[in-house]
């Protein structure tokens, strides 16, 4: 079943920490751009291991705050990342990420599963590194 993450850093992760957080696990993964830079695709040859999309600004903290069930500080980014299944590779690779941009893990869901609320939280792009 499909997995979700959603990480907290208090800078943009940029596709650079990506591949290194890849890299960091198995240096044969492959990487790919999604959605005209939007994005990181990181790959065996088997398929997709994780998507990372590219991070958002936290506009209102305490919204964010409420929204993820988990308190988000002024000034924090937020990056949400795909895998296709439970694979321990994905995992492997968040953890590295979340390691190496000093972040934080704040929802690992199932789509379908619970969630703290239905709508985003007050996010932009500005300012954000590629």
Do not use: C, F, H
């Not at 907290?8 to 890299?23: H, N, Y």
């Not at 919204?63 to 988990?70: C, E, K, P, Q, T």
């Not at 949400?80 to 869901?109: F, K, M």
């Amino acid at each position: 079943m499909p997995r979700e993450y959603t990480v907290v850093t208090p800078e943009p992760v940029t596709a650079v920490d990506g591949a290194r957080a890849a890299a960091e696990i198995d240096p044969y993964l492959g990487l790919g751009k999604l959605w005209n830079g939007g994005g990181l695709q990181i790959a065996t040859d088997d398929g997709l291991v994780l998507a990372i999309v590219r991070s958002t600004y936290v506009e209102d903290p305490a919204d964010a705050s409420v929204l993820l069930g988990v308190d988000v500080e002024a000034g924090s980014w937020l990056t949400e990342a795909y895998a296709p299944g439970t694979d321990p590779v994905s995992d492997a690779v968040v953890q590295a990420l979340v390691r190496n941009t000093g972040g934080r893990v704040v929802v690992e869901a199932v789509p379908g599963g619970p969630r703290p609320a239905t709508a985003a939280p007050a996010t932009t792009d500005k300012g954000a590194r590629s």
